[in-house]
């Protein structure tokens, strides 16, 4: 039997409009046999969170380099949960401090990497922490 | 090895060099650019030959300006330090530039936040947690009075990094010299106002392109008028080049949105020798210090060419492409924060040989958070040391007729004309644009880049090598999240005071304007002594032109 495909959602979240980094994880993501979903620029951690339920994913791979990681990871996973997708992995990087990293880890973000972070360490990362949910599709 | 010098590069090879290489190799079977651009082991009078230094290079101050656009360059006035900064509220960021200008910078840079970057309100529903943290917080003309509080206008040239709402926080800071009492045509300064790098790069947006062009081109004719020491945009390179594209991607698509300026002021009926003056620009630097020397020779260059021959521009302040340089922050690393430093200086002294008339040094802890005051203290007195220590500044362009350099700056000129000729094709740079054609080069050059550097093909030094395990974390700058409660509670309070009837009436003024096709910055101007927000008049000018909706490639 086919081992199902493992879905990834990635995207940016608030008005922060940097995406070089988001469009070389989902490039990369997609050449490492994911199967990948880009949400486009200035998405609200509700559609975020829509979109995820409604595409079905794994994980979801936020982006951000405003600053306003501790406001709208947060929101992300509270909205995941809310609605019965806890179970979705949220990763994510950017420019975060490290502090910052270990109070997103608290409040569930799984991996948060840092500028320098190569794509092989993220799709290590998603290769090893990342499987397909239980009953999804 | 034969004792007789040789005469050329061929007998040298044979010579001298075969000898050397039979016996090992070098250290790499290719050398090239951070950019990819392939470099050759030497580079001879052979490599200029068909060029003519008086055609090709001119002298300072003439034309084709390639060795700088002012005579005496850095001998007669250094280049303008300026610092970009804007974090927190309006009275946080001017304690900054108090602090920036006590320690001898001598221009002001505002950085606003990215609610205002997008033209919305700290009450907006998308501004959660975004208010004040990556610039300076302005909702209206209050924020601007707080910002330059103990700022004599007339006394300062300030630059404003704002792009789609533009006209909005420009207006602002020309009602803002009104109250100071400074009148309008002497002020100096610059907004970014480059509406086509947003599409292309920076995606910090609000209307489709055609309709933001026209607010443009309004600027222009309204400063031609009334602001006339006023540098209307800043056609910049810089984010394009931190979206990952080469230098010559960064040369060639910023140039050809300059292009696109001239040509929609053209085609607004304006002068060319009137608005072309006051368009400047502003570059990258990054680490590859000839390429970038060389990128930033051939761009002064070719606008010569391109002002004089495609638009018979006359007056030769029209030729001259003046620029701002900052150095480039997708080089600094977040391991080892000190060596960003080293890069910082590096990149800096390449602007300065590159002929910069104003440069940003970045912050050692920009890879982690906004600068802190020492970081940015660090950051100035490096351009001070350059300035005043190195010998740098003493000379006009010192690299001219290094062979390799002018080897370089004639290849970054080919590169990009080939890339300026693939837009005319396609119809200019809107409809270039639309294609996604810069946006699709700069992702395809960007992921390049990132395997180069997975692979260690482009050593980035603690990062893909000498790495060190359990690195110090550094003290970053922190915005306190009261920021965003205490600037929604001075909008709503200034809301509650103004004029309501008198700011309803500005605002559908604004929107007549936008349908009529009459010059927008008048009645912007009038709303924003009013006390309009950024965001409603934005709102008002969008329920016109429509929002723009971008095709994401990757």
Redesign the interface.
Known sequence: MQEPRIRILVGKV???????G???I???LRDAGYEVI?T???Q?PEMVATTAIQEDVDAVGLSIL???H???FP?VLGILKERGAGDVIVFGGG?????DILTLKEAGVREVF???A???EVIDWVRRNVTPRAGAR | MSNEPSRNRKDWELNTLGPVLARGPERRKEFSTVSSLPIERLYTEEDLDGSDPLRDLGLPGEYPFTRGIHPTMYRGRLWTMRQFSGFGSAADTNRRYHYLLEHGQTGLSVAFDLPTLMGRDSDDALSEGEVGREGVAIDTLEDMENLFRGIPLDQVSTSMTINSPAAVLFAMYLALAEKQGVPLETLEGTIQNDILKEYIAQKEWIYPPRPSIRIITDIMGFCAERVPKWNTISISGYHIREAGSTAAQELAFTLADGLGYIQAGIEAGLDVDVFAPRLSFFFNSHNDFFEEIAKMRAARRMWAHFMRERFGAKNPASWKLRFHTQTAGCSLTAQQPYNNVVRVTIQALAAVFGGTQSLHTNSLDESLALPTEDAVRIALRTQQIIAEESGAANVVDPLAGSYFVETLTNRMEAEALALIEKIDLLGGIVAAIEAGFPQKEIADASYRYQQQVDTAEKVVVGVNRYQVAGEDAIDVLKIPLEVEVEQKRRLASRKAERNGPAVAADLSAIGEAARKGSNLMPPILQAVRDYATVGEICGAMKAVFGEYREVSVF
């Open positions: 608030g008005l922060d409009g940097h995406d070089r988001v469009k070389i989902a490039r990369a880009y486009g620029l200035h609200t405003s600053g306003a501790n406001t709208l929101r420019i975060i401090p490290r502090e840092t500028p320098g190569t794509t092989s």
